[in-house]
């Protein structure tokens, strides 16, 4: 039966000895709390780390995974110097902060704890690999797996594979900072889903990718490889009826009720989290500290209580801040406390949920004000946990919870001033404001609970990753099967039709940066002495004349407008010139240049292009859409016609495209001549399918084509051309094919 493999760095479950004795305990943080609730009703697979198994012996070890297994639990295990560099090295000591926007603490000078992070990645793909069945949906979970996607995907081709952010996706700005980030996109589109709590952070991921990749940005979905990878908008979510059910326990109540008598009837403002920079624990203290210090006359009837979690411990920055945040509260309290009373309650270590809920429950207020969260569970369980629809919640603006829960009173965490103001608004908030604003948030965070959420998310990796419907333009995968290389080799005669940008040299970033270089132009001559070699490109005549005009070849320009068909012939236009659109869509192209910067006009006799390969990406894109709908509108579409190719939007009249020399060139083809097409873009797709289906048609790069196979890059592309020259002739060759299949293969 199919099944739900959840994979994430840590387990729910944390093993552990304890004077001697195997110790299981549920482990600390979001994800793990979230997680539960879905791993339990849908019965999952729990892929992850179960900590530090090295002081174990082999008997505990044993009985540890027996455990395990019984809960379905699944352990990977790490050895202590490899954990440590991957988790508290790269995976909280680069990825954490910067993600969260703190970039003081980003360690860029990572590069033996991003070794461990790739071969930890590996790890964990190769326990995965072993635990798949087909059917299965395999859904991996944040910062410490983004290369895992892409590692499953090499692996598994045919599998459904989701992936969750649960930490903010920041802004392509900050983002690119990593010197890992290409790698780091790369991971992440191995996977048919990927899942943010917000829009922004989709907003900021489809950015980084385009910035980093060059891809296409898109809103919901983005191509890669030749495949789609969506893109969704979860809000990640708690298991609301769980914490109402703990919340109307007698036992929890009573708990509750001793916390409230102990206060004396002081309001009770509570906060609650892991000790984690992020989360705002020392400006919150200043908050609280401004508060005192501006009302004297409200001192004694406020109780601040500060539950801290331990957390990432063996990480430098954590232990520091440990010590600040220590030395904070003892430095207010020094300050502010009396022989009656102590302002701010501090607790530094883990509870179980009954006692958290109690918290919650005796709380008047709770203050959460990270500086940046991914979403923040805890200011939705104590809204969950209000079941009287009371108390007030103050929530940072920078939080991804503040996006849903529009009815908390919202702050800056980093203006002190008006945090401590919040504090005094919402503990003197009247009842009925109280009922009204949290009716409306517990409302919500009832209906969409954390099985609502992984729900939704497993729906949309159904759609995501089912297979393309019939008659879609399906991507050619294949790379050239060893047979098909060798029957072009062998084949007594071969007729070339090559693209030139992109197919024979790499893309520059202006069109005339890109000249053949001298060994392009030897292997064209070479080529040339034995095969017919058409250069169909949809460049100027001018530069296609000018680079390639001295050398004995079939040349055809601005996308078959016109053809050179011999060295000696003139250049012949395939229709007469037609171009009484121009004026008009030059002032449209120009008006769209001057506002993106970056881009610019190619002109050529009966097209015009505009380039924005070196353009803002967002920004070209949002202007490619409105190019398209103003040159639709003022042009004569009934006559030309737009065509995106790559980084290029181009007007021309119908009906010249560059499939229409394809009959020219087969019109010359001796009947058991090898015909072999190659090209890059939407424009080389004339070509393939113009011709008959015995050509060997091969597209370079990976976006979608009706091309029959593929190969990755120029490079190979001119190590095929060698190597079938070089085979041909005779020469001591066959070492390189080998070297060439293999790659194409890969
Ligand atoms: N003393 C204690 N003992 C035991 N458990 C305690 C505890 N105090 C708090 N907890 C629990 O720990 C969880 C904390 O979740 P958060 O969302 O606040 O942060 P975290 O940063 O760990 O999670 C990451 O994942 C979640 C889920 O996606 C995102 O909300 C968040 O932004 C992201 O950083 C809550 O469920 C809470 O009940
Ligand atoms: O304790 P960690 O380092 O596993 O992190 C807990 C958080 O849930 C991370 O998202």
Redesign the pocket.
């Given at each position: 039966m199919a099944r739900l493999l959840i994979v994430s760095?840590?387990l729910p479950i944390s093993v552990r000895v304890d004077r001697g004795a195997l110790c299981l305990t549920r482990s600390?943080?979001?994800?793990?709390a979230a997680m539960r609730g879905p791993h339990e009703r849908r019965c999952a697979v729990w892929i992850g780390w179960p900590g530090s198994v090295t002081s174990l012996s082999p008997e505990q070890r044993r009985d540890a995974d027996v455990a395990l297994a019984g809960m379905r639990a699944v352990p990977v295990h790490l050895g202590a110097a490899e954990q440590h560099r991957f988790y508290d090295g790269f995976s909280?000591g680069v990825l954490w902060p910067l993600l969260h926007y703190l970039l003081d603490k980003v360690n860029l000078d990572a590069e033996l704890d991003w070794e461990a992070y790739q071969r930890v990645n590996e790890r964990f793909a190769d326990i995965v690999v072993a635990q798949y069945t087909p059917g299965d949906a395999i859904w991996v979970h944040?910062y410490q797996l983004l290369l895992l996607p892409a590692l499953l995907r090499r692996r598994l081709p045919g599998a459904r594979i989701g992936f969750f952010l649960?930490?903010p996706f920041p802004s392509a700005e900050v983002f690119r900072i990593l010197p890992w980030r290409e790698q780091i996109v790369r991971g992440l589109l191995g996977a048919d889903l990927i899942g943010f709590h917000t829009a922004a952070y989709r907003r900021n991921f489809a950015a980084s990718a385009a910035h980093v990749l060059g891809v296409e940005p898109g809103e919901a979905e983005l191509e890669h490889d030749g495949r789609r990878v969506a893109l969704g908008v979860h809000p990640i979510s708690i298991d609301a009826a769980e914490i109402e059910r703990l919340a109307g326990h007698p036992g929890v109540r009573e708990e509750a009720a001793r916390i409230r008598a102990e206060a004396r009837g002081r309001k009770i403002v509570l906060g609650i989290d892991r000790l984690d920079y992020t989360k705002g624990i020392p400006r919150r203290l200043l908050a609280i500290q401004r508060f005192l210090e501006r009302e004297p006359e409200l001192r004694d009837q406020v109780r601040f209580l500060q539950l801290a979690v331990p957390?990432?411990e063996m990480a430098g920055a954590y232990a520091d801040f440990r010590r600040v945040v220590h030395e904070m509260v003892g430095r207010i309290n020094g300050q502010y406390g009396t022989t009656y009373a102590t302002p701010i309650h501090y607790m530094h270590r883990s509870l179980p949920l009954e006692q958290v809920v109690a918290l919650y429950l005796a709380a008047d207020v709770m203050l959460v004000t990270p500086l940046r969260d991914g979403m923040n569970l805890v200011a939705k369980e104590y809204v969950a946990a209000r079941v009287d629809d009371d108390g007030a919640l103050i929530l940072s603006e920078f939080a991804g919870a503040s996006s849903e829960l529009a009815e908390a009173v919202s702050v800056n965490p980093y203006d002190i001033g008006s945090v401590a103001a919040a504090v005094k608004q919402a503990i003197a908030m009247p009842p009925a404001e109280q009922q009204r604003r949290m009716a409306a948030l517990r409302g919500r965070v009832a209906t969409h609970d954390v099985h609502a959420w992984a729900q939704a998310f497993l729906d949309e990796l159904d759609r995501a990753a089912a297979p393309e419907p019939e008659g879609a333009a399906a991507p050619s995968r294949r790379g050239m099967p060893e047979g098909v290389v060798e029957r072009v080799r062998l084949a007594p005669q071969r007729v070339w039709i090559l693209d030139y940008d992109g197919t024979l040299v790499p893309f520059a970033p202006v069109p005339d940066l890109a000249a053949p270089d001298e060994e392009l132009l030897a292997l064209l001559r070479a080529l040339s002495e034995r095969d017919r070699v058409h250069i169909v490109s949809g460049r100027r005549r001018a530069d296609i004349e000018r680079w390639l005009g001295a050398l004995p070849l079939h040349l055809h320009a601005e996308h078959g407008f016109w053809s050179r068909l011999e060295a000696s012939d003139d250049w012949v236009a395939l229709e007469p010139d037609a171009a009484a659109w121009k004026g008009e869509a030059r002032a449209i192209l120009e008006g769209v240049t001057r506002r993106t910067p970056g881009s610019f006009i190619e002109e050529k006799t009966v097209t015009l292009a505009w380039h924005y390969r070196t353009a803002e990406p967002e920004l070209a894109s949002q202007h490619v859409r409105e190019l398209r709908a103003c040159l639709e509108e003022r042009l004569p579409m009934d006559t030309l016609e737009l065509l995106a190719g790559a980084k290029v939007v181009e007007v021309r009249p119908r009906g010249v495209h560059k499939g229409r020399v394809v009959p020219l060139i087969l019109d010359e083809v001796p009947a058991r001549a090898a015909v072999i097409a190659i090209g890059d873009d939407r424009t080389d797709e004339d070509i393939f399918a113009a011709l008959p289906p015995s050509a060997c048609t091969i597209h370079v790069g990976n976006e979608s084509s009706r091309a029959a196979y593929r190969l990755p890059d120029p490079g190979a592309v001119r190590r095929l051309l060698r190597s079938i020259h070089a085979g041909h002739a005779g020469h001591a060759g066959h070492a390189g094919h080998a070297g060439l299949d293999a790659e194409i293969h890969a």
């Open positions: 760095n840590r600390s943080g979001g994800l793990a909280n944040d649960h930490v957390t990432r």
